[in-house]
């Protein structure tokens, strides 16, 4: 697992340059610390439905249609770490409660809920020949950290992963 971004979930820790650091983007292409959230506890096709309301945000926060190879990418990159963290709360956590999206200007962070006791952990050593075993192995190539962090009242976990945003 991560550790080399400790900031609970919700938060992404300070903007890179400070408050006053310009950016290359247009001001009206940066979400500007936006924050989506989908309730999933309860309901079926989880996986599904957390993609297709990635999708919409990462619609409305420009990145979608994407301009370009390394947007497209990018954009593509988001929803298969969604689609797995998803699918490993379905699997192993009773299911997912919630699904938190947060863009800035330079990363988007996604946040999974649920209510289980385990931890997900890349399969170690990583098989690629073996069916399953691999959602974490992926999160871990894809994105710039991951983590979990507990719930306060020791009931649950979010998990949590970082992706750059597309230049």
């Not at 999933?40 to 957390?50: D, E, F, P, S």
């Amino acid at each position: 697992m991560s550790t080399t971004r400790p900031y609970p979930p919700g938060d992404l820790g300070p903007e890179p340059g400070g408050a006053g650091a310009s950016a290359a983007v247009p001001s009206a292409a940066m979400p500007a610390g936006q924050i989506r959230r989908l309730r999933l506890a309860g309901t079926r096709g989880a996986v599904a439905r957390g993609r297709d309301f990635a999708r919409q945000a990462l619609h409305d926060w420009g990145w979608l249609p994407a301009a370009g190879a390394d947007q497209r990418a990018a954009a593509e990159d988001v929803l298969l770490v969604v689609s797995e963290l998803v699918t490993n709360a379905c699997l192993h956590a009773e299911g997912p409660e919630e699904l938190r999206l947060r863009c800035t200007s330079k990363v988007l962070r996604l946040e999974v809920t649920d209510l289980g006791a385990g931890s997900p952990a890349p399969r170690s050593p990583h098989r690629p020949g073996r069916p399953g075993g691999h959602g974490m192995f992926i999160v871990q190539r894809l994105c710039l950290d991951w983590g979990v962090v507990r719930n306060p009242d020791g009931t649950g976990k979010t998990v949590w992963a970082e992706l750059a945003a597309p230049a």
